[in-house]
């Protein structure tokens, strides 16, 4: 079965400082993976989603995040994070052939501070 | 853009008692729809996974005689927590995906707000 390791539960950062959160999932057959948002006591808000083709996907907010079979990672990025993107974030993974409900990571709790 | 709601936001009950929640999808027919269960500071964790019109699908460690899911319609999947006790209390997510243009994956799921569930 598919899971998913984010490798840092929580990254605390300034203001306007880059971050990258760390995503590696368990399988290199063909998946989709997805990143997503969640405010306190909210649902889940899509930043971005690789199904296929380039390997850099952009999103939502400034973020982006690199598929990287051989290292079998999916790892978010964005060059300057803003007080406002303190939230917890979430990668998915799904495959493709054993249906459509999504398997989370644990979370990244990501905390800007000034 | 597709919108799920998800009702109620949050419920407060007495041990035993049941609850029951809604999720709907506003401007799409969702086939297919996934309930997770979220602890505090942890993942989202799939409960079980709804068609309309057919029973559920559970995951393993699941108790369907407890978590009770119906679809009956294409815009409409309800989760009821019977006799629920204190360690039911949790955060419940729902999520849908659609038919027609909002189908596959080249449409993500669209997820609820959650319903925050506490039991006393």
């Known amino acids: 079965a598919q899971s998913v390791t984010q490798l840092d539960s929580q990254v605390p950062v300034f203001e306007e400082a880059p971050v990258e959160l760390r995503c590696n999932y368990s399988s290199s057959v063909s998946v989709y993976l997805f990143w997503y948002v969640q405010y306190p006591n909210q649902g889940l808000q899509l930043l971005l989603k690789y199904l296929s083709g380039s390997t850099l996907v952009k999103g939502i907010n400034g973020f982006e995040a690199e598929f990287n079979k051989s290292q079998t990672s999916f790892h978010l990025r964005k060059p300057s994070v803003h007080i406002s993107d303190t939230a917890e974030y979430f990668c998915a993974v799904s495959d493709p052939q054993a249906g459509t409900a999504l398997i989370f990571g644990k979370g990244t709790t990501l905390s800007v501070s000034s | 853009g597709a919108v799920v709601s998800q009702h109620p936001s949050w419920v407060i009950c007495k041990s035993g008692t049941s609850v029951k929640i809604e999720c709907r999808s506003l401007?799409?027919?969702?086939?297919?729809m996934f309930w997770y269960r979220q602890f505090p500071k942890q993942s989202l964790m799939l409960m079980a996974t709804s068609n309309e019109g057919s029973k559920a699908t559970y995951e393993q460690g699941v108790e369907k005689d407890k978590f009770l899911i119906n679809h009956a319609s294409l815009t409409l999947s309800t989760l009821t927590v019977t006799s629920a006790h204190p360690e039911d209390s949790s955060f419940y997510i729902c999520?849908?995906?659609?038919?027609?243009?909002?189908?596959?994956?080249?449409?993500?799921?669209?997820f609820g707000n959650g319903t925050r569930l506490t039991v006393t």
């Open positions: 999520s849908a995906q659609g038919q027609g243009v909002f189908s596959s994956y080249n449409s993500p799921l669209h």
């Open positions: 401007d799409f027919q969702a086939t297919t």
